[in-house]
């Protein structure tokens, strides 16, 4: 059953966020295409200012549902009806805050731009309407939790699709008739609102528990620990938050906002990826809590190296795919223009390979509620991204900025995650992780030279070219990990599941 929702949250998921990636980068072409590159820019930046702003929320979440699965485990209705009220409680106090703290800082807006666009009109009422649009996604969307913490994240996925898909094309259609961003921005605070009232109804009908009104108390201890949680969860998330939503910004202030405007391309790229793979993971957490809970020591050990073989080929592919595939893809799309000079493109996939490998360790250090032991390494890695992406960023443009988020990757995080997921939660040292990672980069090093070796042998050009390049990076990257690892038992494991999946697809 928990490899089974696994699976149905992963599909759907990704069925869903590939409608989504797909209209919504329709949208940013018209965007760009009827509005210009300031207004794409401009986009960029407040969406990640926005994020930032809405860090307080991040850490709610995981100690909420860390502190369910329990109760949902045990069917424990009268724990689970006090979580579900402090829950909303903290929800709604966050969005009072986000948007409190969002108006104290329009009059601050020139600060994070270098030079003020002087043909956009209304900016701090468009700043105001992305503080709005954070603040109302709180009042509703909490009960989204119980429905991850249940394995039915499915759920949550597809009325996100729908409610996005409908938005992009009244976006697009607003651009095309009226070419006014205030409206366009209307139809999103619109779109978030109905979507999180949907999910509160969908969570509603499928766990009538939700509507209950009556009143129970958690126990000193449960609340302490949730209280412990959100404060370590906010910890972490506030270095996840720096390390990936804070540039844009960076090179707003340092560099302009034009330049902002040929990064978020790539961003938009490095994002939609990021967003399938980070669903997948959110997808399959409430899976890895459960077996925490009933699994034996050896078969959560041996579930962590299946997912970090299977969090190393996602993102080793995914990351040749942008480096070999990006620029050609955004020529084709925006222009020659806009695309970055090939060392800028290497440090941005290398980034999101940094990133993306720590997912395997994160979702199991999370799915446990290890999350208080290394609160002070999101700290630090915030204040060294933040200093040495604004002092590179002066002297190397975007490039510094993305070797301050490469640094402080490798100097804190890819070593104290590891150790503490290891320490407390494996009891073991992690010297296996370690090799196995330096292993997997030397992999991802070799595929990313000859898929971009053997694509350059290519002469053709235009759309059939870049379709050609396409087959080749779906074939020589693979060939090369399944001639490296095929061997071993995380490759056949995975293998054997795939396999097993479609036959079973295939006999249905």
Same mark, same amino acid.
């Given at each position: 059953?928990?490899?089974?929702?696994?699976?149905?949250?992963?599909?759907?998921?990704?069925?869903?966020?590939?409608?989504?990636?797909?209209?919504?980068?329709?949208?940013?072409?018209?965007?760009?295409?009827?509005?210009?590159?300031?207004?794409?820019?401009?986009?960029? %930046?407040?969406?990640?200012?926005?994020?930032?702003?809405?860090?307080?929320?991040?850490?709610?979440?995981?100690?909420?549902?860390?502190?369910?699965?329990?109760?949902?485990?045990?069917?424990?209705?009268?724990?689970?009806?006090? $979580?579900?009220?402090?829950?909303?409680?903290?929800?709604?106090?966050?969005?009072?805050?986000?948007?409190?703290?969002?108006?104290?800082?329009?009059?601050?807006?020139?600060?994070?731009?270098?030079?003020?666009?002087?043909?956009?009109?209304?900016?701090? %009422?468009?700043?105001? $309407?992305?503080?709005?649009?954070?603040?109302?996604?709180?009042?509703?969307?909490?009960?989204?939790?119980?429905?991850?913490?249940?394995?039915?994240?499915?759920?949550?996925?597809?009325? !996100?699709?729908?409610?996005?898909?409908?938005?992009?094309?009244?976006?697009?259609?607003?651009?095309?008739?009226?070419?006014?961003?205030?409206?366009?921005?209307?139809?999103?605070?619109?779109?978030?609102?109905?979507? @999180?009232?949907?999910?509160?109804?969908?969570?509603?009908?499928?766990?009538?528990?939700?509507?209950?009104?009556?009143?129970? !108390?958690?126990?000193?201890?449960?609340?302490?620990?949730?209280?412990? @949680?959100?404060?370590?969860?906010?910890?972490?998330?506030?270095?996840?938050?720096?390390? @990936?939503?804070?540039?844009?910004?960076?090179?707003?202030?340092?560099?302009?906002?034009?330049?902002?405007?040929?990064?978020?391309?790539?961003?938009?790229?490095?994002?939609?990826?990021?967003?399938?793979?980070?669903?997948?993971?959110?997808?399959?957490?409430?899976?890895?809590?459960?077996?925490?809970?009933?699994?034996?020591?050896?078969?959560?050990?041996?579930?962590?190296?299946?997912?970090?073989?299977?969090?190393?080929?996602?993102?080793?592919?995914?990351?040749?795919?942008?480096?070999?595939?990006?620029?050609?893809?955004?020529?084709?799309?925006?222009?020659?223009?806009?695309?970055?000079?090939?060392?800028?493109?290497?440090?941005?996939?290398?980034?999101?390979?940094?990133?993306?490998?720590?997912?395997?360790?994160?979702?199991?250090?999370?799915?446990?509620?290890?999350?208080?032991?290394?609160? !002070?390494?999101?700290?630090?890695?915030?204040?060294?991204?933040?200093?040495?992406?604004?002092?590179?960023?002066?002297?190397?443009?975007?490039?510094?900025?993305?070797?301050?988020?490469?640094?402080?990757?490798?100097?804190?995080?890819?070593?104290?995650?590891?150790?503490?997921?290891?320490?407390?939660?494996?009891?073991?040292?992690?010297?296996?992780?370690?090799?196995?990672?330096?292993?997997?980069?030397?992999?991802?090093?070799?595929?990313?030279? $000859?898929?971009?070796?053997?694509?350059?042998?290519?002469?053709?050009?235009?759309?059939?070219?870049?379709?050609?390049?396409?087959?080749?990076?779906?074939?020589?990257?693979?060939?090369?990990?399944? %001639?490296?690892?095929?061997?071993?038992?995380?490759?056949?494991?995975?293998?054997?599941?795939?396999?097993?999946?479609?036959?079973?697809?295939?006999?249905?």
């Amino acid at each position: 059953m928990r490899s089974e929702n696994s699976i149905k949250n992963v599909v759907v998921t990704w069925i869903g966020l590939a409608f989504v990636a797909i209209f919504g980068y329709i949208e940013r072409m018209v965007l760009a295409n009827i509005l210009g590159e300031v207004y794409l820019g401009l986009n960029g %930046l407040l969406s990640n200012v926005i994020t930032v702003l809405s860090l307080a929320e991040l850490g709610v979440g995981p100690a909420i549902t860390y502190s369910l699965y329990k109760p949902i485990s045990e069917n424990d209705e009268n724990q689970i009806k006090a $979580l579900m009220r402090l829950y909303k409680n903290f929800y709604v106090i966050i969005g009072i805050v986000v948007l409190a703290i969002g108006l104290l800082m329009t009059p601050f807006l020139p600060f994070l731009i270098k030079e003020m666009p002087t043909n956009v009109e209304h900016i701090y %009422l468009i700043f105001v $309407l992305f503080v709005i649009n954070a603040s109302v996604s709180y009042f509703f969307s909490y009960k989204a939790v119980f429905i991850a913490a249940n394995q039915r994240y499915y759920l949550y996925s597809a009325n !996100h699709a729908i409610c996005y898909v409908i938005m992009y094309l009244v976006q697009i259609f607003v651009l095309i008739t009226t070419r006014n961003f205030i409206i366009f921005l209307f139809v999103m605070v619109a779109t978030t609102f109905i979507e @999180n009232f949907r999910i509160s109804k969908i969570a509603d009908r499928e766990y009538p528990i939700l509507k209950s009104k009556e009143v129970h !108390h958690i126990d000193e201890d449960t609340k302490k620990t949730i209280k412990v @949680n959100v404060f370590a969860s906010i910890g972490h998330n506030l270095g996840n938050v720096v390390l @990936n939503s804070t540039d844009n910004i960076i090179i707003s202030k340092f560099v302009g906002l034009v330049e902002t405007a040929y990064y978020t391309n790539y961003v938009l790229l490095t994002a939609t990826l990021n967003t399938f793979l980070n669903q997948a993971f959110s997808s399959i957490v409430a899976s890895i809590g459960n077996l925490i809970v009933e699994g034996t020591e050896e078969q959560k050990e041996d579930a962590f190296y299946l997912i970090y073989f299977v969090d190393f080929w996602i993102y080793s592919f995914c990351s040749v795919a942008l480096f070999v595939l990006a620029s050609p893809f955004i020529t084709l799309t925006f222009g020659s223009n806009f695309i970055l000079s090939l060392p800028v493109v290497t440090v941005i996939c290398w980034n999101f390979y940094a990133a993306g490998m720590r997912q395997a360790c994160n979702s199991f250090k999370q799915a446990a509620g290890l999350l208080i032991q290394d609160v !002070h390494k999101a700290y630090i890695e915030a204040i060294l991204n933040l200093g040495i992406s604004i002092v590179l960023a002066q002297k190397l443009g975007i490039m510094g900025v993305l070797l301050g988020t490469l640094i402080s990757i490798y100097a804190v995080a890819f070593w104290m995650e590891p150790h503490v997921l290891f320490k407390y939660g494996f009891k073991k040292k992690p010297w296996k992780y370690y090799g196995l990672y330096l292993l997997y980069f030397l992999t991802y090093g070799i595929m990313s030279a $000859l898929t971009y070796w053997t694509v350059s042998m290519i002469s053709i050009s235009g759309i059939a070219g870049f379709v050609i390049d396409m087959i080749v990076v779906c074939i020589v990257p693979n060939v090369i990990l399944l %001639l490296i690892w095929g061997w071993t038992k995380e490759c056949r494991q995975f293998l054997l599941i795939m396999f097993n999946i479609v036959k079973k697809k295939m006999i249905k």
